[in-house]
């Protein structure tokens, strides 16, 4: 039967008496009547919607049936523990390994082809697990997929969401899933550890441990067409039930040497030119996140743009680089003296003392006498050595 996750959706709003529900998803199956070339019977279900003004109201509230007047609240601060957005396809941009991508493609595949799969008896849950360091894309990943599924994006905003009243947490959860629930949309659960935190640890107290359970209860009574999305930075720390409950399973490596080409050339975009050395950037780029890449380059064109050009300067980008690097490996770098120093030693090639000169505005003799003050307290290495 097709559209069956639709008709099964109107079908539980009813049976729990939930309007909203019911025509939130009477909507949506018109639309894919529509789609497919059912007209007649796609206006004869928004005739029926008109004839509820409230629910039709609800149906056209926000785009693709969120309404932002109802959102899930805890209970005891009254904030909503949801942020609802609805990305868009041309604002998203996601660059992966090709057997991410592949396995991030077969996902999409079978939210769409969902009832499909039902019929054939092959179904999955919809639900993916990303899985990886800080600022490898995992957030950008569940904006990406939302917005080629165009359907709103749900994120759950653990901050509201974890209460320090007993049992509110538990109950702040079922609200959450419940809102998922009624409207066609992408549910996100970042930094997921925090909710589903491996039980049996010593320092646990009994309510952590009901958390997780309320949490996997949650999880198990969502309908397995409902596009469940989770991520975290530490794998390590989830409760081993809870990858059981996760169909797909997407880990998120630091970007490898292809995968940093697309994204300096993307972020740098027309600011960059041919000759730019993108083979270097990708080289010494190696070991740092696609979201340091982004932030670079976002800080050599706002300089390139403050300086009336239309094009990064390449020493500029890689300046940029090497005190990213310095950051990462916490270098005190305190003065721009220390800068000089730590970028010539970095990358010697680069920076010769007139490109260190030019760059921060002093003379060559400036830069001279720091390298070589540098060098007598030990602080100069050789190139191969740093970075």
Known sequence: MDHLSEVLKILDGALRANASMAANYAGLLADKLEEGGARQQARQIRERLARSPGALVSVQDGERGISLN????????????????QPVARDTNLVLPSAIEARVQEFLSCVRH?????????????????????????????????????LPLLTVRC??????????????????????????????????????GARGNERDVGELQRVVIALLQNIDALPDSTVLLAATNHDQLL??????????????????????????????????LDALDIKGLVARSEGITGAAIEQICMDAKRSAVLAGQTHVDEDEVFRRLGLTLALMQRVPLNTRDAEMVWLRCWNRKTFSLRALAKLYGVSTRHVTNIIQEGAAHGNEEDDTQVG
């Not at 109802?70 to 957005?85: A, K, Y």
């Not at 990886?132 to 894309?137: A, E, H, I, S, V």
Request: glycine share 4%.
């Open 70 to 85: 109802n959102l899930p609240v805890d209970g005891e601060s009254r904030l909503h523990t949801v942020d609802v957005s």
């Open 114 to 150: 969902h009832d499909a799969l039902v019929a054939a008896n092959a179904a999955l849950p919809n639900r993916l697990l990303m899985h990886g360091p800080p600022g490898t894309g995992k957030t950008q990943m569940a904006r990406w997929i939302t917005a080629q599924l165009e």
């Open 159 to 196: 901050d509201t969401l974890v209460s320090s009243l007993l049992g509110q947490t538990s109950r702040n959860l079922r609200r959450v899933f419940e809102y998922a629930e009624q409207r066609p949309c992408v549910l996100f659960l970042d930094e997921f550890d925090a909710l589903a």
């Open 239 to 272: 409760d081993p039930a809870v990858w059981r409950r996760f169909s797909f399973r997407v880990p998120m490596p630091l970007p490898d040497e292809a995968v940093r080409v697309s994204l300096w050339r993307h972020f740098l975009g027309s600011y960059a």
